[in-house]
């Protein structure tokens, strides 16, 4: 019995210690804007809490685009969108940055949008993500903290949680 539990244990300690690390962010991540402002996140996000909308493919930007709609976001609310793309992209990144430059074309607009031409790894390490099938939604504190997150296309209760995080 005393094996069961001390097992038991230490499973726990094990999950709750993996759980923990993927609760917060490093204190320094450096990414530019399309502005070409180099910002550390999290410290640099534009609030206390911030929503991250993130992307890995150009289909899931209208995604974006949607929750972006739905929350009622303008560009001097306190969230982010981000495309994170391969590192094979960055030979594109001309292209790529410069017709996102023409999308968003307002330095307010500019400043919330990054292009992160690096391996999904990344942000999906310490965000605690896996996979890019779906885009995701990450409401962070300026202290690192993960407040919570959620994936896919908005709906109601998903707009519903995003909100009460950002309390």
């Not at 609310?77 to 960055?90: C, E, K, P, S, Y």
């Not at 999906?124 to 779906?134: A, W």
Request: avoid cysteine; hydrophobic fraction near 45%.
């Amino acid at each position: 019995m005393q094996k069961w539990l001390m097992a038991i244990s230490v499973v726990l300690a094990t999950v709750i210690g993996a759980t923990a690390q993927a609760e917060s962010l490093p204190k320094a991540m450096l990414f530019t804007n399309l502005s070409g402002q180099e910002v550390e996140w999290p410290k640099g996000l534009p609030g206390k809490k911030t929503v991250i909308l993130l992307a890995y493919k150009r289909g899931q930007q209208s995604a974006v685009e949607d929750w972006v709609a739905q929350m009622g976001f303008a560009p001097s609310d306190d969230f982010i969108q981000v495309l994170l793309m391969g590192r094979g992209a960055r030979f594109v990144k001309g292209m790529i940055d410069g017709g996102l430059k023409k999308a968003f074309a307002t330095q307010d607009w500019q400043e919330r949008t990054y292009t992160i031409y690096q391996k999904a790894s990344v942000l999906n390490k310490p965000f605690g993500i896996s996979g890019t099938k779906q885009m995701q939604v990450i409401v962070l504190q300026e202290d690192g903290k993960i407040l919570g997150k959620v994936s896919g296309a908005a709906d109601a209760g998903k707009i519903k949680q995003v909100k009460s995080w950002m309390k």
